[in-house]
């Protein structure tokens, strides 16, 4: 540690996690004065030459942790799960969208109903313009019959579609869908200054993506109040012997075990690894875990069904480098004719022979090449609702996430709509794969908020029922999981807390 990064023994606030939770919400307090203290298990990504090579992120996995997790049936696996400065949004697909009106609202699915919000759109609505403020977002509004009331426009123009993409916007608004340019956290110039390759999946180390660490972050790091410490990885809460207040966050910092007393500890570890700090943090006084009075801690995991849907045209030639501008909502609010919801459709970022050659290991890698040479690539994403018997638990030192997926029916509706549309948009061949468990890039719900604390553990602000100086804001409060990227809802509910906990001084 250097002296810059010495935490005061007793600092106003312990941020646990610089995710899109951790790092938006010390942008939200920092301006404040009080004195933060940001505990980061992973370190900053450098920038090497890994970061712009498809077969070492794809093939070789080299930006993969050293970690397993274990299905319900005691299998390991390795889970995307990224642990850096900034959290897994070093390696998204900064599609900062919103959820949509309707997702605020019950929603009868094909299997399953997804609940209400404890509050409307129209509270968190303010806080969406902020959040697309700090991350930059690029867009374009009035193209998406979805879209809900923006109280802003975006401050900047939609990532332009290369050639082939704006050609096949063409082809697909003529067999009647609705292209609307994907709203984007990417500064395309500087990107592309750095390497021609697409950002989704690949990780940035301040090359144009406005990821966690590159916005929120770094504008929270401008105040000499806040401070990071990286490496320092989190292990357990200890509370008051009445159980009520969080006094102690213990952590391990190269190899040494450390411990810091804040007034107020704001959790975002992730939704995973938050509910397992809590659970892992029982003592005498709450010992079904923190902040875990009504059992929720841990279950109504979710995460997205998600599939990749590639469709084939021999005639249709794709030189595109990123690809990913643009989606449609068509199937979003019913499947076209009435039914029930399917989810949203989006284009991934360009899928060449090498990453194709990590699931096809048989396959040349030159044949995949002129096989991508003439395919278009989309992304399919339909809504998983909370169920209690989905969950994340421990096992002594193993988690254990038992995945229990729903509303399947509707993602193989909307998988199987979207070929329907691409072989009227005239790509004869369409080809999908789903994604499993070992892509848990969309997991939340494990701690969620609520109004009745017999079944949430946190309040409207994120704050746990149970222990006052105690809130949860990366993606495990998020009570539903809707059909769109998570990233900018949690940063939107980040910012709305860190404005709830500085007009009511919780923190002094
Ligand atoms: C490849 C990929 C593409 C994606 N694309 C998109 C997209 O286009 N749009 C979108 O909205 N979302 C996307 N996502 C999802 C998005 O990145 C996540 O929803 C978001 O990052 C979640 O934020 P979070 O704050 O909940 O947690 P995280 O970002 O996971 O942050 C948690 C942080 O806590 C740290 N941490 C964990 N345990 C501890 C501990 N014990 N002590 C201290 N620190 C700890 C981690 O190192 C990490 O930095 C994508 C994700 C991936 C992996």
């Not at 203290?37 to 993969?64: C, M, S, T, Y």
């Not at 404890?118 to 977002?137: C, D, G, R, T």
């Not at 969080?246 to 810091?260: C, N």
């Not at 004719?337 to 194709?356: D, F, K, T």
């Amino acid at each position: 540690m250097n002296s810059k990064l010495q935490p005061g023994p007793t600092p106003d606030i312990v941020i646990i996690g610089s995710g899109i939770g951790g790092s938006t919400i010390a942008a939200g307090l920092a301006g404040s004065g009080v004195e933060i203290v940001i505990l980061e298990a992973g370190d900053h990504l450098a920038d090497r030459p890994e970061n712009r090579d498809p077969r070492a992120i794809f093939q070789k996995g080299f930006f993969r942790p050293k970690e397993n997790w274990y299905d319900e049936a005691g299998k390991p696996f390795n889970p995307g799960n990224y642990y850096n400065v900034g959290g897994n949004s070093k390696f998204y697909g900064a599609v900062l969208t919103r959820y949509r009106a309707e997702d605020f609202e019950e929603m009868q699915h094909l299997e399953g109903v997804s609940p209400a919000w404890p509050f409307a759109y129209e509270e968190l609505e303010p806080w969406y313009s902020k959040a697309e403020a700090l991350f930059q977002v690029r867009g374009t509004l009035g193209e998406d019959p979805t879209e809900p009331h923006h109280s802003a426009p975006y401050d900047f123009p939609a990532v332009p579609d290369e050639a082939p993409i704006a050609a096949l916007r063409k082809r697909l608004k003529a067999v009647g869908v609705h292209p609307a340019s994907l709203p984007l956290g990417v500064d395309i110039d500087t990107w592309l200054a750095h390497g021609k390759t697409p950002w989704d999946a690949h990780p940035n180390s301040f090359n144009g993506k406005m990821d966690a660490e590159t916005t929120a972050l770094a504008a929270a790091l401008a105040h000499e109040n806040v401070r990071l410490e990286t490496k320092a990885r989190v292990t357990r809460l200890e509370t008051t012997p009445d159980g009520k207040t969080i006094t102690t966050v213990h952590y391990e910092e190269d190899g040494s075990s450390l411990v810091i007393r804040p007034k107020l500890v704001i959790l975002s570890a992730g939704a995973v690894q938050s509910a397992v700090l809590l659970l892992r943090s029982a003592n005498d006084a709450n010992p079904a875990g923190i902040a875990n009075r009504s059992d929720q801690v841990g279950r109504n995991f979710m995460n997205h069904n998600l599939s990749a849907v590639i469709g084939f045209d021999p005639r249709f030639k794709n030189d595109s480098v990123y690809q990913k501008t643009f989606g449609f909502n068509d199937f979003y609010l019913s499947d076209g004719n009435g039914g029930a919801p399917l989810g949203n459709v989006q284009l991934l970022g360009r899928i060449s022979g090498p990453v194709l050659k990590s699931d096809l290991k048989l396959v040349p890698e030159w044949a995949l090449d002129r096989f991508c040479a003439h395919t278009v690539d989309f992304l399919a994403m339909s809504e998983d609702v909370p169920k209690p018997e989905s969950r994340v638990r421990i096992d002594g030192d193993k988690i254990i996430l038992e995945w229990i997926r729903s509303n399947w029916p509707a993602h193989q509706k909307l998988v199987a709509q979207i070929k329907t549309v691409l072989r009227a948009a005239g790509f004869p061949l369409v080809l999908s794969k789903a994604f499993d468990r070992k892509t848990p890039s969309h997991q939340c719900g494990t701690i969620r908020m609520g109004t009745d604390p017999a079944t949430a553990p946190l309040d409207v602000y994120c704050r746990a029922f149970d222990h006052p100086n105690l809130f949860v804001v990366d993606a495990a409060f998020l009570p539903t999981s809707a059909a769109v990227n998570p990233a900018l809802t949690i940063a939107a509910q980040a910012l709305r807390v860190a404005d709830h906990i500085v007009s009511k001084d919780l923190a002094q």
